[in-house]
């Protein structure tokens, strides 16, 4: 799914594998990345290594593992000068 604008696209939703099969029936336009028993079809794949460069926003909807794993995913920043500070709302 694309947010836009009159101007055009203003975000564009990437989401793991098994989420984007989940999904493939829908309207929604997403992106992920490859794995290896799963080949997104042409023009919604990602390199898995572009992610630190292409995301501004992370929702995790889990527990700590899964706020740890979408940390994970993004090894590159935490090795620059730039740090990934997550942050955790817990509702009740």
Known sequence: MHLCS??????TLIVEPSVFKEMSGSELQLHT???EDFTPPD???IELHTLSHR???IV???????????SG???VIATNR?????SATECH
């Open 60 to 70: 995790c909807l889990g527990g700590d593992g899964t706020l740890l794993w979408a």
């Open 73 to 75: 995913l993004f090894k």
């Open 6 to 11: 009159r101007a055009g696209p203003i975000a």
């Open 33 to 35: 990345w490859a794995t």
């Open 82 to 86: 730039h740090r990934v500070r997550p």
């Open 55 to 57: 995301v501004d926003l």
């Open 43 to 45: 023009g919604c794949a």
